[in-house]
């Protein structure tokens, strides 16, 4: 049974740095590519970084690639998004996400493994 619950969210200020972590609790998505996505109010839910099942390859949306980092431990089951020099337009509920074909990238689309998310506010 697949169970993501993320957390580290929370109220930042413009520039600061934060860190959200999702656990895989049982462990059960080692084959599968991770990623995280965000949905701002009034808007829908966007891609933000994704991350093959063994931490080989990542890949980021254009607006934060530089700033944030996407990395996993397998042994832990623990999916990892640091974030850097955030700005308010970083302001959204934040997911952990699973593609639910082992082993391939897919679309974002495949993506059907789900947490409840985390919200990330920053202030200017």
């Known amino acids: 049974q697949v169970q993501l619950v993320e957390s580290g969210g929370g109220l930042v200020q413009a520039g600061e740095s934060l860190t959200l972590s999702c656990l895989d609790s049982?462990?059960?998505?080692?084959?599968?590519?991770m990623g995280w996505f965000r949905q701002a109010p009034g808007k829908e839910r966007e891609f933000v970084a994704v991350?093959?099942?063994?931490?080989?390859?990542?890949e980021y949306t254009d607006s934060v690639r530089g700033r944030f980092t996407i990395s996993r431990d397998n042994a832990k089951g623990t999916l990892t998004l640091t974030m850097n020099r955030v700005t308010p337009e970083d302001t959204a509920i934040y997911y952990c996400?699973?593609?639910?074909?082992?082993?391939?990238?897919?679309?974002?689309?495949?993506?059907?493994?789900w947490g409840p998310g985390t919200q990330v506010t920053v202030s200017s």
């Open positions: 996400g699973a593609q639910t074909t082992l082993y391939a990238r897919g679309q974002n689309v495949d993506f059907g493994y």
């Open positions: 049982n462990r059960a998505l080692l084959r599968n590519w």
């Open positions: 991350i093959s099942w063994n931490a080989v390859t990542s």
